[in-house]
């Protein structure tokens, strides 16, 4: 079927589940489609809401509208039933995050449309050590730009020791 055919849908990963093992934790279904670039965005890390804590113990990956800027992710196709578990993951139901549509120039696909996330109430906030080396190893894995991938790890984090989401995807894979 293609990508975003009725048994379908197009996903843009720009944090922590550009990673493939973080992704399948809940999205089994996920299959790697492309890299793509989202312009007129920049990547900002933080909580949904004042004082908000999750199982990253730190910022998060979010995108905002920021023209001439660009964001750089993974375009992964997953089977409709998992858009409610991807909707999960992401809080839709507590109000973290909202879908979005956006146009994604895919690296071999041209331009697609792709549903994506942006966190509402955001407060930047840097994100943990492990958190920020999930989102690196998605990128390193997916083959991202290098400037990209090093801006990515030029991120200053929050300096989290102890346990975190990081120890879930390990243990997952093991």
């Known amino acids: 079927m293609a990508p975003g055919g009725t048994g379908t849908f197009v996903y843009f990963a720009f944090g922590s589940n550009m990673l493939k093992e973080r992704l399948h934790l809940e ?14 965005y920049q990547l900002d890390f933080g909580v949904w809401g ?17 023209p001439g800027s660009e964001v750089w992710g993974v375009v992964w196709t997953l ?7 991807l909707d ?13 549509e956006v146009r994604v120039e895919s690296s071999n696909h041209g331009e697609m449309l792709c549903r994506t996330y ?4 955001f407060h930047a906030r840097p994100p ?18 290098d400037d990209y991938v090093g801006r990515l790890h030029a991120v200053k984090t929050n300096n989290y020791v102890g346990p ?3 120890d879930r995807i390990k243990m997952h894979n093991n």
Do not use: F
Request: hydrophobic share 25%.
């Open 128 to 145: 943990s050590p492990q958190y920020k080396h999930v989102v690196c190893c998605g990128a390193e894995q997916n083959g991202l730009p």
């Open 27 to 40: 999205n089994p279904s996920a299959t790697y489609l492309d890299t793509g670039r989202l312009k007129d």
């Open 164 to 166: 975190s989401m990081l």
């Open 50 to 66: 004042r004082g908000a804590e999750n199982s990253w113990h730190g910022g998060v990956a979010t995108i905002r509208e920021s």
């Open 79 to 85: 089977d409709r039933d998992h858009q409610d578990t």
């Open 88 to 100: 999960k993951q992401e809080g839709i139901h507590v109000g973290i995050y909202s879908p979005l």
């Open 118 to 121: 942006q966190m509402n109430n």
